[in-house]
């Protein structure tokens, strides 16, 4: 067979979302599936694959073979190489061109059908701006013609019909960045899942299926609910109320729907969750021997076999078998576990809403009269401390982490479930990696600037970097949302900030994780300047990004197009200026820095200046006329910055003074 001829077999992955794309591919016989966050397409013969990927040159779909599948490999280096496949097939042209109108077709269908569940969701939800009615009118118009004369026409002129998808790809992309959009308000996620993920591969999770020799497990898991209330040891009449919610809780049709019974029965269980969980808690630290649904209770929110379903069900318990080493290492920690650690002293309690640490709660409390102990009695409380952090970081966070305001419930139901438990955990290992993937790209993430002194070697002040690493809380539950709890830890600046995961991620867990990274270079910035944070004399991230934002209209250096798509940007985002950077940092992250041009020059420069590439990536894009300013104006001024240091370093040298630690990892964060 032909080097550019490729069989896939039925569920064999040609391509996967932000793939770079190098080739085009035309099917030649068979079906593919063409998958997204918001849903799926199919197509067949005489389809192309990948194109709407070869504008920025970075794949937005995942493609996965429907049927067997052989397809005609093409090497391109951008959608302008078009025109020569189709002078290839040319018979083949009529039947490309109407494939494509037909993938915009099922697209807009599913625009339309998340636009109307968008209203529903939030009245005040409006239509992006950059959609003209009069495209959708197009497409809908050229859907009505008949097939012999779309046929003839297509046919007629092969450039005609390159310059059509060309333009049509164009329109894809801007669909596709808008249901990108829209799923995310909606929280769902119908992305290709594949059977394996090397996260799960890694794992020491042994065979994470169900099967009916795991039928005794159900045995141990039958009437969770009644093991855990009397391993709280509520009262009888708690507890009966408690068992009758659950009752009419399960027997509801809909348990996700938005009927003022079903609301109120979920509001009622997620009262009584919080007061158990405590009960639970506290008598777990002194038992050696938990029992699995004790665990499983703690850790990821499982409270009912009915309500989790039983392969859900057997699953969480394999999961809870490979033991607390799969959710934990020195930066990850389980609730439960961070809770322990909070209740013995070995971690400070997270801030509140109202952004009070517990010292300066206690003694409110106390000047309002509301806490009658002596201050260094109820600083030093360890049930106390447990109780501010339940009450603030665990119920607020829970909440937030689920993603979907009108529906929380805290306890795992198969209703909430959207992809397979093993495909959705969140491991320690697998936010690591992920975290490591986006600090090679961005290597100064999490270093901060600090003050050094060293008396002895007459160093009376010296600006140096240091790495602060976040401390990451998974939440038991099934979410689709990261929190930024707070960005450092009390005051201190040198402090490591607090981040937010559900231990069974529903969409993507790259995406949510990149957001909040975002977040918090939004947030440090903003801590680190105080109340300069927004005055564009003082140059930092936050003062020139919220200048652009304020005033990008009377901006010159904008395209009108650029100007309705950022104000476009601004309304889905409410007007939060945290948030639009996070969307634009996310971009940096997943497609400038492989050379994809989709920010405008002014984002670019910003995060270019302040979210700097490590030096590989740096070294590759300075020959792209669209990168080379911005990366030169960074390294000269890096270079200038590390001159000292290194002028420094010299001097120690000759005078045989040791080199504190603090000046050396300066000088290799400069070398990044």
Request: glycine content about 4%; overall charge neutral.
């Amino acid at each position: 067979m032909e080097d550019n001829i490729i069989e896939l077999k039925q569920g064999e992955v040609l391509l996967r979302t932000n793939d770079e794309i190098k080739c085009l591919y035309l099917i030649l016989s068979g079906e593919a599936d063409i998958y997204s966050r918001y849903g799926r397409i199919s197509t067949s013969a005489g389809s192309i694959l990948g194109l709407s990927g070869s504008l920025y040159g970075l794949s937005l779909y995942n493609y996965v073979a429907k049927s067997d599948c052989i397809l005609r490999k093409f090497t391109v280096s951008g959608i302008s190489d078009l025109e020569k496949i189709l002078r290839e097939y040319p018979d083949m042209v009529p039947d490309i061109v109407i494939l494509n109108e037909h993938f915009i077709m099922e697209l807009i269908k599913l625009y339309l059908s998340m636009m109307i569940k968008c209203k529903r969701k939030d009245p005040s939800f409006t239509p992006d701006s950059r959609l003209n009615k009069w495209v959708l009118d197009k497409h809908n118009g050229i859907a009505s013609i008949p097939e012999d004369i779309k046929k003839a026409y297509f046919g007629a002129n092969i450039s005609n019909s390159a310059g059509i998808i060309i333009e049509n790809t164009e329109f894809i992309n801007l669909l596709h960045e808008i249901c990108l959009d829209m799923s995310e308000l909606l929280g769902i996620n119908n992305d290709y899942i594949p059977k394996q993920q090397n996260a799960a591969a890694r794992s020491p999770v042994p065979a994470l299926t169900f099967t009916k020799d795991d039928l005794f497990i159900l045995d141990e898991l039958k009437g969770s609910l009644d093991k855990i209330l009397d391993y709280s040891e509520i009262d009888d009449d708690t507890r009966a109320s408690v068992t009758d919610t659950f009752r009419r809780f399960k027997i509801c049709s809909d348990r996700l729907s938005s009927d003022e019974n079903i609301r109120l029965l979920r509001k009622q269980i997620t009262g009584f969750f919080y007061d158990i969980y405590y009960k639970v808690f506290i008598k777990s630290i002194n038992d050696d021997a938990i029992p699995s649904y004790i665990y499983m209770f703690l850790n990821f929110g499982y409270m009912d076999e009915e309500l989790a379903g039983e392969e859900v069900s057997v699953l969480l318990y394999k999961i809870y078998k490979a033991g607390d080493s799969l959710f934990n290492n020195d930066n990850i920690f389980t609730m439960y576990r961070w809770l322990k650690l909070v209740m013995s002293g070995e971690k400070n309690p997270s801030r509140n809403n109202f952004d009070q640490s517990y010292e300066e709660f206690i003694r409110q409390e106390i000047k309002n009269n509301s806490i009658d102990m002596p201050e260094e009695s109820a600083l030093n409380n360890c049930e106390m401390k447990l109780r501010f952090e339940i009450d603030n970081l665990f119920k607020s966070a829970n909440y937030m982490t689920y993603g979907r305001v009108s529906t929380f419930v805290p306890v795992i139901i198969k209703e909430n479930i959207m992809k397979n438990i093993p495909d959705a955990m969140l491991s320690a290992d697998s936010v690591t990696d992920i975290i490591t993937r986006i600090k090679e790209i961005d290597f100064s993430l999490f270093y901060r600037s600090i003050v050094y002194t060293n008396e002895e070697f007459g160093i009376s002040k010296l600006y140096v970097y240091e790495e602060y690493l976040p401390e990451i809380i998974l939440t038991p539950c099934i979410g689709s949302r990261g929190v930024l709890w707070q960005e450092i830890n009390g005051r201190k600046r040198n402090s490591s900030a607090r981040m937010l995961f559900p231990i069974f991620c529903n969409p993507v867990p790259e995406n949510i994780i990149l957001n909040v990274m975002g977040k918090y270079r939004w947030e440090i910035c903003r801590r680190i300047q105080g109340s300069y944070w927004n005055v564009a004399t003082e140059k930092s991230l936050t003062s020139e990004y919220y200048d652009y934002l304020l005033f990008y209209k009377k901006n010159k250096d904008l395209s009108e197009q650029q100007k309705e798509k950022l104000k476009s940007l601004l309304i889905n985002c409410r007007n939060n200026y945290s948030e639009v950077f996070a969307k634009d940092y996310e971009t940096w992250i997943n497609y400038e820095s492989r050379g994809a041009s989709k920010l405008n020059k002014i984002s670019r420069n910003i995060l270019a200046k302040y979210c700097p590439f490590n030096k590989d990536i740096r070294k590759v894009l300075r020959s792209n006329p669209i990168f080379t300013d911005c990366i030169d104006y960074y390294e000269r001024h890096m270079l200038n910055d590390r001159r000292k240091y290194d002028n420094l370093y010299k001097v120690m040298q000759t005078k045989n003074i040791p080199i504190p630690k603090e000046i050396e990892e300066t000088r290799a964060y400069y070398s990044k």
